[in-house]
């Protein structure tokens, strides 16, 4: 269908269109218009990507004159293949309406393990090794030397994409990593190399938050993109803590002892040079001297990560004169690194901020702020000069690089916290120095400085204000959307106590009372009885699960549960997992039903789906804290307090139900779908911790439903299952349509929208 939205005509290419769909392309045009930034929650299920994706590329095609590039981030490799094929969908429709005009190059933008097509290169198990392959074989030196002579093994790919010079594009279409890796196949081109030559020209990139977050990734493939963009955080919840990590660097023991082997091998390359090829490390001192740390553009096969600092706190200035010869510099590192050994070998935890930390290493090694800064940028000359290619290997220097960079380079929002043991196995030895931000607007101001409009999204942005304040901005628009249903196919409840009337908590001093685990494992029991096909579980942590499955088995409930229904359980293994998952579909597939146990902020959490008979009811046991005495965690509620004024409270709860809201948010994935949630935990009945849920949630969640026992749980969930068992009237009663179609559109006029939603 297509529509007007004031002075844009939307190509939408389903024929109904729900009405909070309609209202979120409204909000989302004003932004746009406004050219500022906006927090938009929407339910799950509601069509969120396709309404994004189709607003936005209609306004693109309604204002050629201003073309607006689109640069949409997922979380997943997963969520990228999904967003590709809905794009797809649409552009085929366009083109049918609006014939070559509505012609657009979108592509997806991966990791080389993703999109790689030698063999050879493959055969690496992770990404750090597929992409020091890749550059064994595509290096300048290396390609110089296959040159001269032909025993030189190099990549096929990457030569006829070389060869191809300009006339290396892709024509308009939309592409996902198979297409790419396809097309490479097909022409002898190396997909990687093609993609990111393709990004600059492109009208949509799909790629993962790290590439415009991490400015390590964002400064080698994001730093071309044109400010006329549209940046959308897609599942958003989470920014935050993506934001905190990009700029957080761990160093343990065998970060060290790796670091001095590669010191060792990096002064063996030296004294190579010097004997064989003196005037190549000269030639780099000359250049450091006039202050250009970098030899121009690197040809794209050289390019390594970049400066781990954010691109306006780089210093655009020479090399300090101490580190600008190779011995000298590393010297310098082998210092550093000593004195980071002496560190770790303490018996208490220490925390300091980094000015302090810095004029420590003054004191003790030497090293001022301004030769820390450079280490980044200087490693990074080093290694082109000795033509390192097996950078996998050098993953130890590089990270105590990265730390010393960034602590040369902020003086707050930083802490640097040394740690003798883990605080859950104190008896093992295992110091670390974490170097973690506390500040997430640190990390994403770029980005709200450098595009025209942000639009953070997801189905779980509750409490909604809080982000502006965390991420230090101002939206333009901050929306809550609902969900309008014709049924009442959500049925959360909030369960306070077992049928023996003793209240149920995860809190600490209750979470190991056997009352506590026996009524969890009755509520279970009785509800794998009535609720057909497949049950979710969620626990707030692995330990807690593996104690409590191991409560039940001892006392026999499990097996009691198991002749009901097939359990299946989330480890930490990700191989493990996924054969559970895919077994426990097998069990609900054909008929025998299952349970699955899972774990909040899992990885099954945050992105697997459990729609229609997969998950019809999901049970989350307890409230999702983080570990509070985490040191770090308590670092960053400090600075939290003293710099945004938010209070410890308001951020463990906001964080602990927004995890809780992602858990049970996974059984609703469309309007026809039904499924029930029960909050198991006394803590939810609470007004301050529940007004936190989004408002979707919220609006089902009725007065008689906030403080039940197992067995009044029990009978509202045969009740809604009876309900839900009757004919479905999909597009509503002409009173409440929730399916509008072309005509109603043209009927209606935006009050009335405005009215449906409230």
């Not at 296959?146 to 006829?160: H, I, L, R, W």
């Not at 906030?706 to 029990?714: E, F, I, R, V």
Request: with cysteine; hydrophobic share 40%.
């Amino acid at each position: 269908m297509k529509f007007q939205i004031e002075d844009v005509t939307v190509y939408f290419p389903y024929d109904h269109i729900y009405p909070e769909q309609y209202a979120y392309m409204l909000e989302l045009k004003r932004s746009l218009d406004a050219k500022g930034h906006c927090l938009l929650e929407m339910p799950t299920g509601t069509g969120k990507t396709i309404a994004l994706l189709s607003l936005i590329t209609s306004y693109t095609l309604s204002k050629p004159q201003t073309p607006l590039k689109l640069i949409y981030c997922t979380r997943t490799v997963h969520e990228m293949e999904k967003t590709l094929a809905e794009l797809k969908l649409l552009h085929d429709y366009q083109l049918r309406h609006l014939g070559p005009q509505a012609k657009i190059l979108a592509l997806g933008l991966s990791s080389r393990k993703n999109l790689c097509v030698n063999s050879t290169v493959l055969a690496a198990e992770n990404r750090d090794s597929v992409d020091a392959a890749c550059r064994k074989l595509t290096a300048t030196w290396v390609r110089a030397l296959a040159a001269e002579s032909p025993d030189v093994p190099t990549c096929d790919f990457f030569e006829q994409f070389d060869k191809a010079g300009p006339a290396a594009v892709l024509p308009p279409g939309v592409y996902t990593l198979q297409d790419l890796r396809a097309v490479g196949k097909e022409k002898g081109w190396c997909p990687y190399f093609l993609a990111r030559h393709m990004v600059q020209f492109a009208n949509v990139i799909v790629y993962s938050y790290q590439y415009l977050l991490d400015p390590k990734v964002a400064g080698i493939i994001s730093k071309e993109m044109q400010k006329e963009s549209v940046v959308v955080f897609d599942e958003a919840h989470n920014i935050d803590n993506v934001c905190i990590e990009a700029l957080s660097v761990s160093v343990r023991r065998q970060t060290l002892e790796g670091a001095r082997r590669n010191l060792n091998k990096m002064r063996q390359e030296i004294d190579r040079f010097k004997a064989t090829d003196a005037g190549r490390l000269r030639a780099e001192y000359n250049r450091l001297v006039d202050g250009l740390a970098q030899r121009g553009n690197l040809p794209i096969s050289d390019t390594w990560l970049a400066n781990p600092a954010l691109p306006d706190d780089i210093l655009k200035e020479a090399v300090p004169g101490n580190i600008r010869r190779a011995e000298h510099f590393l010297h310098v590192l082998r210092r550093l690194v000593q004195y980071l050994e002496g560190r770790l070998e303490t018996e208490n935890v220490e925390k300091e901020g980094p000015i302090g930390f810095v004029s420590s290493i003054m004191t003790h090694a030497g090293i001022d702020q301004k030769t820390l800064k450079f280490c980044y940028d200087r490693l990074h000359s080093l290694m082109l000069t000795l033509e390192i290619t097996d950078t996998d290997e050098f993953l130890h220097i590089q990270t105590i690089c990265d730390f010393a960079t960034l602590v040369g380079t902020y003086a707050r929002g930083f802490s640097i916290i040394i740690e003798p043991f883990d605080e859950r196995m104190p008896h093992i030895p295992d110091p670390v120095l974490q170097l973690s931000c506390h500040d997430a607007s640190l990390a994403i101001k770029p980005v709200f400085d450098r595009f025209q409009s942000v639009v953070i999204t997801s189905g779980t942005l509750s409490p909604i204000d809080l982000y502006p304040r965390l991420l230090n901005f101002n939206p333009v628009v901050s929306r809550s959307f609902t969900m309008s249903l014709t049924r009442d196919c959500i049925c959360p409840m909030v369960l306070t106590r077992g049928s023996d009337q003793l209240p149920v908590s995860t809190k600490f001093d209750m979470r190991s009372d056997l009352g506590v685990v026996r009524n969890y494992g009755r509520l279970l029991l009785e509800m794998v009885s009535v609720v057909p096909d497949g049950i979710v579980c969620f626990f707030v942590s692995y330990s807690y699960m593996d104690g409590i499955v191991n409560s039940w088995n001892e006392t026999g409930i499990l097996k009691e549960i198991m002749q009901h229904k097939l359990v299946f359980i989330e480890t930490q293994d990700v191989v493990e997992t996924t054969l559970a998952l895919d077994n426990y579909r097998k069990a609900c597939d054909c008929g025998r039903g299952a349970v699955f146990f899972s774990v909040a902020r899992g990885k099954v959490a945050e992105g697997i789906d459990f729609d229609r008979h997969y998950g019809r009811l999901v049970i989350m046991f307890g409230v999702p804290f983080q570990y509070t005495l985490s040191k770090i965690l308590l670092a960053r509620l400090e600075y939290l307090r003293d710099t945004f004024q938010i209070k410890e409270g308001d951020f463990l709860t906001f964080d602990a139900l927004r995890q809780a809201a992602q858990c049970v948010g996974r059984v609703i994935r469309s309007k026809a779908d039904y499924g029930m949630m029960i909050f198991a935990d006394k803590r939810y009945s609470r007004h301050d911790k529940r007004s936190k849920l989004p408002g979707w949630i919220l609006s089902h969640l009725r007065d008689a439903h906030l403080n039940l026992s197992t067995d009044m749980a029990l009978h509202i969930a045969r009740e809604f299952l009876r309900k839900m068992a009757q004919p479905y009237d999909k597009a509503g009663s002409s009173g409440r349509k929730t399916l509008l179609s072309q005509e109603d559109l043209e009927k209606m006029s935006d009050r009335i929208v405005e009215e449906m939603l409230y």
